[in-house]
C-alpha cells in the first residue's frame, strides 16, 4: 500500500530504489507517527472534520497499535512502502471507512515532520541526560583528584603544571557549551510543523494551535512554507550540536589513549576493559577509547553530509530528505552509546598520583619560578632571562609548590561555579 496509490503499478525497479530502506528505519518513527495521528485524530473531533465516535475509535485503534510498537511487534512488510502507509492500512483493516478518514486535512510531508520532530524532541532530551551524567562523573574525579598534579602540554612538549583536577574539570566545563548547542537544537524541533500538509496549508478549518497544545510542542511552525523547510534544516541543526558533543568524547578519548599510553603512564584502565594482543602477551590496549575517538570522529563529518544533501534545494518537499534518516538516526543511536561507555569506563580509572617525582617534569616550573621573580620586583623580561640562563647551565630549581589562585587556576578549580553553571545550561 502507497498512500498516494492511483491503481496504476509502479516498476518494480523504482519502487525498490525509491523506498530504499526507508521500512528498516521508519521503525523508529513507528511511535511517534502513532502520536502524531492520535493528535491529529482529536483536532478533527474538534473542528468537526470527525464525529466524537469516529475520533474515539480511531484514537482507540492507533492505541492499540502503540501497544504493539512498545511490545516490539510491530513489523512493516514488504507491501507497504513506509510506516505511515502501514499504520493507515491497519486502521483501514480495523475500522474500514472510518479509518480512511485520518488522512483528511494532512499530507505524508507533515505527517513525516511531525513524527520527525517528536522523535527528535525525544532523543535530544536523551542526549542531554547523557551528558550530564558524564559531566557529574567528571566532576566528581574533578575534586577527588584536584591535589595530583599532571603535566600540562602545548605543541605536545612539557609546558606547565596541570593537575588531574584541572583536566577533568576542564572536559566538565566544555560538556556545558554542548548543552548549549543541544538546546539550541532543541528549540528548533520544538516547533509543530502539523497542518502545512504538503507544505501550503490546507482548506479545511483545521485548528493548529490544538495540535501544538495536544502534542506539547513549545510552538507552533505558524508559516507553512516555513514548516515545510524544517525538513533538512532540523536534522542539520541538531547534527552540529551532536558534532559539538562528539567533538568533546574525541578529544577526551584521545587524551585518555595518550595517558595510559606506557610513554605517559599518568593512568591505568582497569584490565577487564581493556583488550589484549594474539602474539603480545603483555598487551593491554583501550579499545574502547579508540573506538569512541573513531565514531565520534564519524559523528563530527554528519552536519557536512547532511549539508551536502540539502545544499542548494529551492523551497519545498524534494525526495533527498528521506537520505537524512540515513546518516542522523544511526548517528544517534552511535552518539549515545559513546556517551554511555566514556561514563562506564572513566568511572573505573586510575588516575598516578606521583607522576612530578620524575626530573624530566621540573621544567614544567619555570613559568612558576619567573613569576616569582617578577613579585621580587625584577622586571619581567629581566627574570625570563634568569631562568633561561638557569636551565642553560642546570641550575634551575623548580619551586615546591604551586601557588595558581585565580579563578580556574590548578588551585582554585571553581567547581562549585562550574556545578551552578551546568545546572543553569541544563
Known amino acids: 500500500m502507497k498512500l498516494w496509490e ?9 519502487e525498490q ?31 468537526g472534520l470527525l464525529t466524537e465516535t469516529e475520533a474515539a475509535d480511531i484514537i482507540q485503534a492507533l492505541e492499540a497499535i502503540l501497544l504493539t510498537i512498545e511490545k ?25 471507512d472510518t479509518g480512511k478518514k485520518i488522512h483528511t486535512a494532512r499530507s505524508r510531508n507533515d505527517q513525516v515532520l511531525v513524527a520527525l520532530h ?12 547523557l551528558v550530564k551524567a558524564l559531566f557529574d562523573l567528571l566532576m566528581a574525579l574533578a575534586d577527588k583528584n584536584q591535589q595530583v598534579l599532571l603535566p600540562g602540554y602545548t605543541h605536545l612538549q612539557i609546558a606547565m603544571p596541570s593537575s ?38 490546507s482548506s479545511f478549518p483545521i485548528d493548529r494551535m490544538h495540535t501544538t497544545e495536544t502534542l506539547q510542542f513549545a510552538t507552533l511552525k505558524y508559516n507553512v512554507v516555513a514548516a515545510q523547510m524544517s525538513r533538512g534544516k532540523s536534522e542539520k541543526t541538531l547534527a552540529f550540536a551532536m558534532s ?24 591505568t584502565l582497569p584490565q577487564q576493559l581493556t583488550t589484549g594482543s594474539s602474539i603480545m602477551p603483555h598487551k593491554k590496549n583501550p579499545d574502547i577509547f579508540e573506538l569512541i575517538r573513531g565514531k565520534a570522529n564519524k559523528i563530527q563529518s554528519l552536519p557536512y553530509e547532511l549539508t551536502l544533501i540539502t545544499n542548494n534545494l529551492p523551497s519545498g518537499y524534494h525526495r533527498e530528505f528521506q537520505l537524512l534518516k540515513e546518516g542522523l538516526f544511526p548517528a544517534i543511536q552511535n552518539l549515545k552509546s559513546c556517551l554511555e561507555m566514556t561514563r562506564y569506563a572513566l568511572q573505573d580509572i586510575e588516575v598516578k598520583e606521583t607522576i612530578l617525582n620524575d626530573p624530566k617534569y621540573n621544567y614544567l616550573f619555570t613559568v612558576d619560578a619567573l613569576n616569582e621573580l617578577v613579585v621580587q620586583g625584577i622586571p619581567f623580561r629581566d627574570a625570563y632571562k634568569i631562568i633561561a640562563g638557569q636551565l642553560e647551565n642546570g641550575t634551575f630549581k623548580a619551586p615546591e609548590k604551586t601557588k595558581h589562585t585565580h579563578e580556574g587556576s590548578i588551585n582554585n578549580l571553581c567547581l562549585e561555579e562550574i556545578q551552578a553553571k551546568m545546572e543553569n545550561a541544563y
Not at 517528536?118 to 541526560?129: P, R, S, V
Not at 557549551?177 to 507544505?199: E, F, H, R, Y
Request: hydrophobic share 45%; glycine share 8%.
Open 72 to 96: 516490539e511487534q510491530f513489523t512493516i512488510e514488504a507491501d507497504f512502502e513506509d510506516v505511515h502507509s502501514k499504520i493507515e492500512s491497519m486502521l483501514i483493516a480495523q475500522l474500514g
Open 118 to 129: 517528536l522523535y527528535l524532541k525525544d532523543e535530544i532530551t536523551a542526549i542531554k541526560a
Open 244 to 267: 559539538s558533543v562528539a567533538g568533546t568524547l574525541s578529544k577526551l578519548a584521545m587524551d585518555v589513549c595518550l595517558y595510559v599510553s606506557q610513554n605517559f603512564d599518568f593512568m
Open 6 to 14: 492511483k491503481g496504476i503499478p509502479t516498476d518494480q525497479k523504482i
Open 164 to 201: 588531574f583536577g584541572l583536566w577533568f574539570s576542564a572536559y566538565a566545563e566544555s560538556l556545558i557549551d554542548d548543552i548549549t548547542m543541544l538546546n539550541a537544537a532543541l528549540q528548533v524541533v520544538d516547533q509543530n510543523p502539523l497542518g502545512s500538509a504538503a507544505g501550503y496549508g
Open 17 to 47: 530504489f525509491t523506498v530504499g530502506n526507508d521500512r528498516e528505519l521508519d521503525i523508529i518513527l513507528a511511535r511517534y507517527d502513532v502520536l502524531g495521528s492520535i493528535g491529529h485524530a482529536k483536532m478533527l473531533a474538534k473542528t
